[in-house]
């Protein structure tokens, strides 16, 4: 066969080839895309998250526990804090422990704790090892509100009301988004009919408050006791045992301040904080509260949760109510040097004692209301 008929019959034959076009597409498109299939199972988002008013990341306020557990790998990820007087809550732990979300048992999302640095940031980064300046720049000053107060642990910048930020060290150790510890669900109670004529002076010192629970003072704490002055006059007015003081605070009720302490005993087995408030009436600076025990934890309690009771802090807020102070704050578990667990705990009401009628005829002089000095600050039994 000759040259020209070999490649003649080798054309016919690549002509041939089942290798071409398929010819059961009758207009084929040569630019057609590979499609490919999404994994099968949930597609979570990664950190970084973005801690907002209404969550951290995909971790909303609101949102069903179940729905927030089907999200997450499966495993053992909710546990159950029920602590009578103290708090009942359902704890899902998430992003390797460093995010926990909590609310009722069977209930919604209330709220949103990280206690990891990297995890997650607000939109101006804030995280977890920020130092308190750093929060201040970013999220604007500290709410001021003359009906509340707060642990100064406990921070509440003013840019992200939800939030509240726990410090050790001067530095950010957890950040918690939550609906129950927003000041917009408890608004201010103004008793006042008037603006009242006294303002708080500010304080010269770290161990101070400036109060108005006459024309304006100011309360240092030292030792174990608080000492009140006018706030022109080095001369004490008052001295008011304090064993145990944890914090003191000015809280606002009618048009003049109430001094509120917040203290804890201590006993080894069985930690107590408790609560007692002084106003002026009369010239006199008397119990607007008498001490009263607030939130008990013991050994038994702390084991149930799994923790040790040296572990196991508080850190409280306090609202002004017409009839009274409503108390709470966080729970939070320690493990080494980092908090482990934060939980919203429940919250409670103390009534004030009734003022009594003005006397007749005056009092001049300033002075404590005789109590038994050991006792001023402890729980009733």
Same mark, same amino acid.
């Given at each position: 066969? /000759? ?32 499609? &490919?299939?999404?994994?099968?199972? *949930? ?22 526990? =179940? ?7 499966? %495993?053992? #990820? ?16 998430? $992003? ?32 977890? %090892? /920020? /130092?308190?300046? =750093? ?21 509440? @910048? ?13 530095? +950010? ?10 000041? @917009? #669900? ?7 009919? $008037? ?21 304006? =003072? ?15 006059? =080095? ?24 001094? +509120? %302490?917040? *203290? ?57 109510? #017409? ?24 919250? &409670? ?33």
């Amino acid at each position: 066969m /000759s040259i020209r008929a070999t490649l003649v019959a080798l054309v016919v034959l690549v002509g041939c080839s089942d290798h071409g076009p398929r010819t059961d597409d009758p207009n084929p498109d040569p630019h057609t895309r590979r499609v &490919i299939e999404p994994p099968a199972g *949930t597609m979570r988002p990664l950190p970084p998250h973005a801690i907002r008013a209404d969550g951290v990341g995909p971790y909303k306020l609101g949102a069903q526990l =179940e729905s927030i557990l089907q999200q997450l790998p499966s %495993g053992p #990820r909710i546990a159950q804090y029920d602590i009578p007087g103290v708090v009942r809550r359902s704890l899902i732990r998430a $992003e390797d422990d460093a995010v926990l979300i909590g609310g009722e048992p069977r209930g919604a999302v209330s709220f949103v704790a990280v206690v990891g640095g990297e995890v997650a940031r607000t939109e101006s980064g804030v995280h977890v %090892g /920020s /130092s308190r300046d =750093e929060l201040v720049r970013a999220l604007g000053p500290l709410a001021e509100d003359p009906d509340h107060a707060r642990d100064p642990r406990l921070l509440a @910048p003013s840019g992200l009301p939800g939030l509240r930020a726990i410090v050790g060290d001067d530095h +950010v150790v957890a950040l918690v988004v939550s609906s129950d510890v927003d000041v @917009p #669900r408890r608004p201010a109670v103004k008793i006042a009919a $008037e603006p009242t004529d006294c303002s708080r002076p500010a304080p010269t010192a770290p161990n101070q408050i400036g109060t108005c629970l006459g024309t304006g =003072e100011l309360v240092t704490t030292e030792a174990d006791e608080l000492v009140v002055r006018s706030s022109d006059n =080095e001369h004490p007015l008052a001295r008011i045992p304090t064993p145990g003081l944890v914090f003191a605070a000015a809280l606002r009720a009618g048009d003049r301040d109430e001094l +509120v %302490g917040i *203290t804890r005993s201590d006993d080894g087995q069985q930690r107590t904080w408790s609560l007692v408030a002084f106003r002026f009436d009369g010239g006199r600076l008397v119990r607007a509260i008498d001490p009263t025990a607030l939130y008990q934890l013991s050994g038994a309690n702390a084991r149930w949760i799994g923790a040790d009771l040296r572990d196991l802090d508080l850190y409280l807020e306090l609202a002004s109510r #017409r009839d009274g102070i409503e108390v709470d704050g966080l729970l939070a578990t320690r493990v080494g040097d980092k908090l482990h667990d934060v939980l919203v705990i429940s919250p &409670i009401s103390v009534t004030r004692r009734k003022p009594r009628p003005a006397p007749v005829d005056g009092d001049a002089g300033v002075s404590v209301e005789p109590v038994d000095a050991g006792s001023a600050l402890k729980p009733h039994p």
